[in-house]
């Protein structure tokens, strides 16, 4: 169903958004607040920037899979301990 007045989905008006609400603690608030002011954007707009970027961070790395990769091939289930053992014998290069 499209983000249309009749739907009522994510309708705001002036543009295609879903309205959410979060609660946060006082003091991170402010913070949020004070870079808002500081870069001249909305605070909405902060927030959809900050949760991007750590969206982003979060997508898999191919070093890092690989790794887990070749951790899980040479010691199932040992983790780091592998992991740090590949990189120090320079396997973990694909």
């Known amino acids: 169903m499209p983000c249309t007045k009749e739907?009522?989905?994510?309708?705001?008006?002036?543009?295609?958004?879903?309205?959410?609400?979060?609660?946060?603690?006082?003091?991170?608030?402010?913070?949020?607040?004070?870079?808002?002011?500081?870069?001249?954007?909305?605070?909405?707009?902060?927030?959809?920037?900050?949760?991007?970027q750590f969206l982003a961070r979060q997508e898999t790395d191919p070093v890092t899979a690989k790794l887990d990769e070749l951790a899980e091939e040479f010691e199932p289930g040992s983790g780091v301990a592998a992991g740090r053992r590949l990189i120090d014998q320079g396997m973990w290069q694909w």
Do not use: H
């Open 7 to 52: 739907s009522g989905l994510g309708y705001t008006g002036y543009t295609r958004t879903v309205k959410t609400a979060v609660s946060l603690p006082d003091q991170l608030f402010a913070d949020a607040e004070s870079a808002a002011r500081r870069l001249g954007i909305s605070r909405s707009k902060l927030y959809a920037r900050a949760l991007e």
